[in-house]
């Protein structure tokens, strides 16, 4: 079955660095999109990052633009999210999920980890 195991969360300051892992098992990885969510308590997930098989597509939110960079490793079917100049408002908990945002706009719908959570404080 699909497996999806997040890591590397932790609480930092405004400005710092974080990378999130995310390893994955039980299906064709290497076939597969990848994509980082997140979701701030009381409120809806939010898409941030998708990578294609093979690393040649990836977008963003406007909201990560320019801060995170999402890669992966077909090898270590993993992916990966760097989070650079953290905000307060990027606390979250985030998690991967397998493929592309559905038309629908359904994240929920996504399969995903348990998540890690990031927290930015001062």
């Known amino acids: 079955q699909v497996q999806l195991v997040e890591s590397g969360g932790g609480l930092v300051h405004p400005g710092d660095s974080l990378r999130l892992s995310c390893s994955a098992s039980?299906?064709?990885?290497?076939?597969?999109?990848m994509t980082w969510l997140r979701q701030i308590p009381g409120k809806e997930l939010e898409w941030l990052s998708t990578?294609?098989?093979?690393?040649?597509?990836?977008d963003y939110a406007d909201s990560v633009k320019g801060r995170f960079t999402i890669s992966r490793s077909n090898a270590k079917y993993a992916v990966y999210l760097q989070m650079n100049s953290l905000r307060p408002e990027d606390t979250a908990v985030y998690y991967c999920?397998?493929?592309?945002?559905?038309?629908?706009?359904?994240?929920?719908?996504?399969?995903r980890g348990q998540g890690t959570q990031v927290t930015v404080s001062s």
């Open positions: 990578i294609g098989r093979y690393a040649i597509y990836t």
């Open positions: 039980g299906f064709s990885f290497d076939e597969s999109y």
């Open positions: 999920a397998e493929g592309r945002r559905p038309i629908s706009g359904n994240l929920e719908s996504m399969r």
